[in-house]
Structures are given as C-alpha cells and as structure tokens.
C-alpha cells in the first residue's frame, strides 16, 4: 500500500495562476480532507469528503475548489493563486466515522 | 463550536525526563481525541486517540494521554524522553455525533536536549 499520495510535491505559480493538486489514497477510506498548514497557525481545513459523491467547505474554503473524483481521488484546485496560498497543502483520509486521519506527505506551494 | 488549544508553543526537556504536552477542547457532543507526530518535512503520523473507556490512554513510540473530562483537558505524556522525539505535536479534536470535520491545535514544538 502506498497509502496517501500527493502531487506535486513542490509547486511555485505567478499571482493568477491556476493549478490542481492530486491526492489519492489506496486503503478504501471513505472520507476525505484537504488541509493547510501555516507557521503558528497549525492545520486548518479547506475541504472536506464525507464519502464519494459528497463535498463540504471547512474553515478556510475561499479560493479554492475540489472534486472526489472517485473513492481513490480527492483533488484541490486553485482558480486564480493568490500570495496569501503560500503554504503546504496536506491531505488526508479517514477509513471510518471515527478514526484516525491517515495523511500524505505534502505539497509546498509559493505564489510570488 | 468545535475548538482545541495548545497553551505552549514550544516544550524543553532534558532527555530522560518525563514530558507533557499540553491540550484543552472544546465540544457540544461526545469529544473524540487525537494525538498527531509531524517530523521536518514529513506529513502527520498518529499517536494515540481517545474514544471512550479508560482515561488512560497509551499509543506508539512509549508515548500516553490522559483524558480528563471535569477539566477538557488531554495532555501528552512520557515517561522519559529521548533526544529522537523532538518533532511538533498536534492534538486534534472531533464531536460526536457532530460533523466529520476534526479540528487541530496549532501546534507544540518539542524540543528534547541531549
């Protein structure tokens, strides 16, 4: 098993740009998240998947969109990447109601 | 609404020592506790959670948390820390029967001095 898995694992974009970043896991969690980490402010959540087929805003959800491609799939995208989206994205996925969050090792994005 | 604080930004203890990490919550429903290990440059991995049953509650790498609920509070334990375990902490909470959105602490930075 592979686990969790992100791509890219660095990304640097331009004021305006846009980009998706990938999340898939392969252990058949049903639940889904995206989260960014920012120093001091620890993991705030963008979005979240309850199941395949659902999708939730969390804490911080403006400016982004995402899509549960499929169980496997959960994917972030930026429309138009603004400065204040520096930060490193994780995601992460829940096999059950209440579980532990399993997540991947990260995406370090700059906007300049 | 759903909140978790870490009252320390950042812990020191000599090697070992025993080590507390500290974390209070707040919840309407039933809280459901977890504790998470970030490494540099390195995704979370989990500890320990609490969902019910014995206060005490023991997970990987020696460490253990105490739920105590008359205080909100799930604190980080060790009996004697190792230089290896310097990492940043998170506790994270969930309500139940809330939503599946878990909320994190921002975070603990453990500093153990050889």
């Known amino acids: 098993n592979a686990g969790v898995t992100q791509t890219p694992k660095f990304q640097v974009l331009k004021t305006g740009q846009s980009m998706t970043l990938q999340c898939a896991q392969d252990?058949?969690?049903?639940?889904m998240y995206w989260y960014r980490q920012d120093p001091g402010m620890g993991l705030r959540l963008i979005y979240y998947?309850?199941?395949?087929?659902?999708?939730d805003k969390g804490e911080v959800p403006n400016g982004y969109n995402v899509s549960r491609l499929n169980k496997r799939e959960f994917s972030l995208r930026l429309e138009s990447a603004a400065p204040s989206q520096t930060s490193v994205y994780f995601c992460?996925?829940?096999?059950?109601?209440?579980?532990?969050?399993?997540f991947g090792p990260g995406t370090r994005l700059t906007v300049l | 609404a759903q909140s978790v604080a870490q009252p320390e930004d950042q812990v020191n203890v000599a090697e070992g020592n025993p080590l507390t990490v500290k974390c209070t919550y707040s919840?309407?429903?039933?809280?459901?506790l977890f504790w998470y290990v970030q490494y540099p440059n390195r995704g979370l991995q989990f500890l320990l959670k609490?969902?019910?049953?014995?206060?005490l509650v023991k997970g990987s790498y020696g460490f253990e948390a105490e739920f105590n609920k008359s205080q909100t509070s799930f604190h980080l334990k060790k009996p004697s820390a190792l230089v290896s375990d310097s990492a940043l902490y998170f506790c994270?909470?969930?309500?139940?029967?809330?939503?599946?959105?878990?909320?994190f602490g921002t975070g603990t930075r453990l500093k153990v001095l050889a």
């Open positions: 992460a996925s829940t096999p059950l109601a209440i579980n532990e969050q399993f």
């Open positions: 252990m058949n969690h049903n639940s």
């Open positions: 998947s309850a199941s395949e087929g659902t999708t």
């Open positions: 919840v309407s429903g039933n809280p459901y």
């Open positions: 609490y969902i019910t049953g014995d206060n």
């Open positions: 994270a909470v969930r309500d139940y029967p809330g939503t599946y959105k878990y909320i």
